[in-house]
């Protein structure tokens, strides 16, 4: 479709009109930023059944810096009326997606990056959208993520482990509509959260997870994200240091949480 | 087969009435854009009573063919069309612009039985025939996508991405109009925002371009029927219209883009409509 963000979401969405499935495939800078307006008026607000996927989410960019780190992707996509919002943490989880998607018959936002990540997805793993998953049971704390950013969180555990801090880690790979039951279970449970998402800490997982604890149960929470500023270029290791949502930090906040739980 | 003297007397009584009702609607919903829609009506006349093979029974049938009203601020027209057509009752169009209302001031496609896809957000319309057009073809089906854009519309950058689209897929099924009544919001097209030269634009694009009066029945029909003799490449038919055509003082004026008339004014309106 060629550098023609808008047009291919019209495209789509007529598409969609007469019957078909679409999937539209553009950088998630382009796939939000570009088109916000075409994708709210065009598929959310008549709902109809275009998937609007959008790869390089956050800061982990193949090395092409600001210009295509999708930072607010999440924050855009999750705001418009009837949207779902599916960051897959693996590709295991990720081929699971793109099936219940088929099947799901409305707008959705799925968010790609395009490196390898570990995989953390346990075996025979069933993806329902809008269902968490825990992929690490603990007692100390709840680390919550969502694409890439689960496997840091898996990271940060095992470092936590080594303190002696048992860290349960969720999946909370559907940010919208966000599973509201297993935030509300492990905030009892462990009565501390920190929230990790490759995206800006406004607007995304930790904004939807906070949301959620605060009219229901409110615990002490952390949330790890860029801090409300652009990226660079760099690697993605660097990146994820310099922009402070590598797993040290992620262990960082867990201390504070857990300091600050009375 | 050229129309008879009989039908466009009747599309042109129809015409009259349909300017009549859209502007009894914005009177009622203190809000529409009586110009836009008054220099639509002719089109749209044509369209829903002598061109498109549609079932206002059975709205979504697969063979329908389908229109879409880019420029979406002429809802106040395609709504009084449709009621005409008998999609819904007339009675429905005392309820535009109103709180709970299924007739927005912009059609909503979940709300209106007739509206294709939800526009008003302008520019976005012929991307979507595009999408229309090519599931179209992808389906066997001979049905034919039409699509009315405004000519602020024009200077938007999506209907450009479009007009490269269309062609590039050779969509001979897709028919653009264009209604080019020369005055947007704030004044004239050409002081705010230049279009011109229009039909070399599109024609350099890849375009058939057909040049019409939008208010001459027999060129509309006539235009309409040369374009289902082109092949590989789809149609604009720029149709050089008046904005709040049919109603003196809204003629050729910015004042009635937006805005509903005072009871004296939808008076002396519906006066000089009158049969």
Redesign the interface.
């Known amino acids: ?2 550098v ?1 963000e ?15 499935i ?1 999937f539209t495939s553009t950088f998630g800078v382009f796939a939000s930023r570009r088109v916000c ?2 994708v709210s ?2 598929i959310a ?3 109809l059944n275009v998937k609007v996927v959008g790869a390089y989410s956050g800061i982990v960019s193949g090395n092409n810096g600001a210009t295509h780190q999708a930072n607010e992707d999440v924050a855009i996509m999750r705001v418009m009326p009837g949207m779902v919002v599916i960051d897959p943490a693996d590709e295991i989880e990720m081929a699971q997606a793109v099936k219940a998607i088929v099947e799901y018959n409305g707008p959705v936002y799925l968010r790609l990056t395009r490196d390898e990540w570990p995989l953390v997805s346990p075996p025979n793993y069933q993806f329902r959208i809008g269902k968490a998953c825990i992929v690490r049971e603990g007692k100390d704390v709840t680390l919550i993520g969502s694409g890439m950013m689960v496997s840091q969180c898996m990271e940060a555990a095992k470092i936590l482990a080594q303190e002696g801090i048992e860290s349960k880690v969720i999946n909370m790979s559907t940010m919208k509509p966000i599973d509201v039951e297993i935030i509300i279970k492990v905030a009892k449970e462990t009565k501390a959260i920190v929230t990790s998402e490759n995206h800006n800490i406004i607007g995304g997982l930790g904004s939807a997870v906070a949301e959620v604890i605060g009219e229901n149960y409110p615990v002490v929470m952390k949330r790890v994200g860029i801090k409300d500023i652009f990226g660079e270029c760099g690697t993605n290791e660097e990146l994820l240091d310099k922009y402070r949502i590598s797993p040290k930090h992620i262990v960082k906040a867990v201390r504070e949480v857990i300091k600050k739980r009375h | 087969m050229s129309i008879s003297e009989d039908k466009i007397k009747q599309l042109k009584e129809m015409a009259k009435s349909v300017r009549r009702n859209l502007l009894k609607a914005i009177y009622e919903g203190k809000m529409g854009h009586p110009g836009g829609s008054l220099s639509a009506t002719d089109i749209l006349v044509y369209l829903y009573f002598s061109k498109l093979q549609i079932f206002p029974e059975d709205p979504s049938r697969k063979d329908r063919e389908i229109f879409i009203l880019s420029k979406g601020h002429a809802a106040s027209a395609l709504y009084a069309v449709l009621a005409a057509r008998g999609f819904f009752s007339k009675d429905l169009l005392k309820i535009f612009g109103k709180i709970n209302s299924s007739l927005q001031v912009h059609p909503d496609m979940t709300k209106v039985p007739g509206v294709e896809i939800s526009t008003g957000a302008l520019g976005m319309g012929l991307s979507v025939c595009v999408g229309m057009a090519l599931a179209s073809r992808m389906d066997g089906s001979k049905s034919r996508v039409y699509v009315l854009i405004g000519d602020g519309e024009m200077q938007s950058g999506q209907v450009w991405e479009a007009s490269i689209c269309a062609p590039h897929y050779k969509l001979d099924n897709l028919v653009a109009i264009l209604d080019y009544n020369k005055i947007q919001l704030l004044g004239p097209v050409s002081q705010i925002m230049g279009i011109e030269p229009v039909a070399e634009k599109w024609k350099a694009r890849g375009w058939e371009v057909i040049e019409i009066d939008g208010h001459n029945m027999s060129e509309i029909d006539e235009a309409l029927e040369k374009t289902e003799e082109v092949k590989g490449k789809p149609s604009i038919i720029i149709a050089h219209t008046i904005k709040g055509k049919g109603v003196s003082f809204m003629e050729n004026t910015a004042r009635w883009h937006g805005g509903a008339p005072t009871e004296e004014e939808v008076k002396r309106a519906l006066e000089e409509l009158k049969d």
């Open positions: 479709m060629g023609c808008q047009n291919m979401i019209g495209v789509a969405a007529g598409f969609a009109r007469m019957g078909k679409p307006d075409q008026m065009l607000y008549p709902h």
